[in-house]
Structures are given as C-alpha cells and as structure tokens.
C-alpha cells in the first residue's frame, strides 16, 4: 500500500470514528480547521496529478469519459465546467510560482488560486498583489481584485461589445424548481439591479423587523417578484420608485482623463464590477450620478450631479467602505454606518469616527457590547465582552 493510500486508509478511520455531538465547542471548531487544510491540500494533490493523467491520456484505462474534464468531474463528484476550471488552473500555475507554493503548503484553496491564475494571466506582474489580497481579506475581496486586474489588461469597448452580443436570460425546469441564468454588459445590468433595489431595501427591511433570518439572495428573489407586481402593462412605461437610486461609479482620475485604464487602475461599478471608462464619461450628464473620482485607493474628489446625493461625507464613506470593515467579513448588502464613539457620549460624526459593517456585526457592537480594535490596515476586529457566551 502506497503513502497516499496509508493517509486516506487513517483519514478514513478518523472520520469513522467522528462524533462531534460528544466534542467539546473548542475542540470540535479545531478539528473542522484542520479538515478545512486537508481539503485544501487534498484539491491541490488532485489538480496536479490530473493535469499529468490528462497530458497522459492515462485515464482512458480506468474511465469511459473522453474528455480530460469528464473524467476528472466523474472522480470529484462536480460539473465538467468546475472541473476544466481546475485543470486550467493546474496549467497556469506554471506560472505562478508563489501562488504554487502557497497551494502545496495549504495555506491557499484551489479556489482561490483560481482567481489569482486568472488574474496573473491577464497581468503577470498582479501575481504578489493578489496573493496579499488573499491572505488580508476574504474571497470575494479576491475575486474582485482579479476582476479589475483582468479588465485593466483588456480592451473593455471591445469586451462590452462582445457582452451585449452575448447577452441573454435563460430558463430551464429542475423538479419543482425553475433556475436561471442571465448575462449581459455589466452597466446594462447594474440597470436592472437598481430597478431592483428599492423593492430589495424594503423586503429586507420586513424581514428585519419580522426576526427572519432568510439569506440575501431569498430576500433578492422576494424582491424581484414585488418589482414584477408592481410593473404596468406594457407601452404604459416604467412605474417610478418614490426613492431615487442612484449610479455609483468608481474611477482613476487618470483613466478618466485617459479614456482606458491601465494596470493598478480603475473603472466600476461598486457592487457590480469593472466597466469601460466610456460609460463613466456617458453618465457625467446622467441626472443621478455619483462620480467618485480616485487617486490610488485615497478618495480625491467627490463630485455630484444631481440635488439628491446624500452629503459628501456620507459618498466617501460609501466609498471607502465597500464591505464590512470587520476584518474577514466580505459582507457588502444593506451595510449599516456606525460611529466607534457614541454622539451620546461625546463621539464626532468624522471620516475617521464612522465606520460600515454588516448587519449582524453592527448588532454585535451596538447591542451585545462587543468592542472595536482598529487593526492597522484600517480594518476592525471585535473584542467579545466578558458575557458573550451568555449572549
């Protein structure tokens, strides 16, 4: 018996042996942290070693699948579009040294490398910054980095055209469920999406005050069926939403200027993604537009046209915080501003006293007493009261 068959002989075993309804809360949390390293190293073992059956064609002895991705999803239990992910990951990690190294070390998810590999391809000086974002902050964080690495080193007219040819909404029925997809220019769709926030905003809201603990993405569903209830027959045009939303866009003073980003540059849509700097000049004239205007990662200018815009204060926040500032969470919907110094007790409503965090963190601080340390990154991490477990 080979080493790799002692380890999945004694892993085997050990999960045989598993009752976690008898663990201590400590010990059980302990144990899924090295499950969650075993899988990282397992996922890295498998892609390399697939990737070689593959260029092999050794496979074809064991497996009736012709494809190199057939028969990888045939082994792993997945789809054949995750698994051509995975083998085209495996092949770009030839180079990305480093992002290698932090893969056979389990320190990196396969997922991850997947998102730095992409984004090295497109920019292979972007390999160090991404695998910082990585270990800072969560994967969503990561995949937007890669996002705006990846539209920095393309010809963003060219791929929103190719978008808008390619755009589409389809359906199909699963059992009792209908599921879908849809695809499209991504300053197209933010249009659909801020038709939908308004509905999306007051869903939440009930659901808040109801106690319920749906996920974001049941809320959005609820959400997308009041817009349609609302929505008039057709020629009589668009119902307008009492609240005005407004487009929030995100750009390089130089790309502006420019008219192209360039590596380490940005044109978005906060929320949404990367879009060409053509539409951040198109919506210059649009009547509800916030244009924030950057320089690096420090707010430079803020610049509003229309009489509706919260005050500049409140943009630049926004701005800053993107997600929560509670280090490790990726959370971006319904953020909830919080000042680290009660106005009640003297605080100051400042750029630095204000602060964005999820819901759920936001409950944490200012109902079960959990208190702010201010990590050096300008990130916050939260120190349990002595009674938390209680709480």
């Known amino acids: 018996m080979s080493r790799w068959d002692d380890i999945v ?7 045989a042996a598993l009752e976690p309804e008898r663990m201590l809360g400590p010990d059980a949390a302990r144990i ?18 697939a990737r070689r059956a593959a260029q092999t064609r050794s496979f074809w002895r064991t497996s009736q699948a012709t494809r190199p991705a057939q028969w990888l999803a045939e082994i792993s239990g997945t789809s054949e579009l995750v698994a051509e992910q995975q083998l085209q990951t495996a092949e770009r990690l030839d180079d990305c040294v480093a992002t290698e190294a932090k893969l056979r070390d389990g320190t990196l998810s396969l997922a991850q490398a997947q998102q730095i590999t992409k984004g090295a ?20 964080a990561l995949r937007e980095e890669q996002e705006r690495t990846v539209a920095a080193a393309t010809d963003m007219e060219r791929a929103q055209a190719k978008a808008h040819r390619e755009r589409h909404l389809r359906t199909w029925v699963d059992g009792a469920a209908t599921r879908g997809s849809f695809s499209g220019p991504t300053d197209e769709v933010n249009r659909l999406l801020t038709a939908l926030k308004p509905f999306e905003r007051a869903r939440f809201t009930q659901g808040r005050q109801a106690n319920e603990r749906d996920n974001h993405d049941a809320y959005r569903f609820d959400a997308l069926l009041r817009m349609a209830d609302c929505a008039g027959p057709p020629g009589a045009g668009p119902k307008r939403s009492k609240t005005k939303d407004v487009t929030r866009v995100r750009v390089d003073l130089a790309a502006l200027t420019r008219g192209t980003t360039e590596p380490g540059e940005v044109c978005e849509i906060p929320g949404v993604g990367p879009v060409p700097v053509s539409v951040a000049r198109a919506t210059l004239s649009h009547g509800l537009l916030e244009l924030v205007i950057t320089d690096g990662i420090d707010v430079q200018t803020v610049v509003s046209t229309t009489r509706h815009v919260p005050a500049a204060l409140k943009i630049a926040i926004a701005e800053r915080d993107q997600r929560c500032k509670v280090r490790g969470c990726d959370r971006t919907d319904h953020l909830e501003r919080h000042h680290t110094t009660r106005v009640a007790d003297g605080g100051l409503t400042t750029y630095e006293g204000l602060g964005n965090t999820c819901p759920d963190h936001h409950h944490l601080i200012h109902d079960k007493g959990y208190e702010i340390v201010v990590n050096d990154d300008g990130t916050w ?3 349990a009261p002595p009674d938390a477990a209680a709480a």
């Open 9 to 15: 002989e004694a892993l085997r075993d050990a999960v």
């Open 32 to 49: 899924a942290m090295i499950a969650a390293e075993v899988e990282r190293l397992g996922a890295t073992a498998k892609v390399m070693t």
């Open 121 to 140: 391809a497109a920019d292979p000086g972007a390999e160090t910054k991404l695998l910082g974002v990585a270990q800072q902050h969560g994967f969503r």
């Open 381 to 383: 991490s939260l120190r």
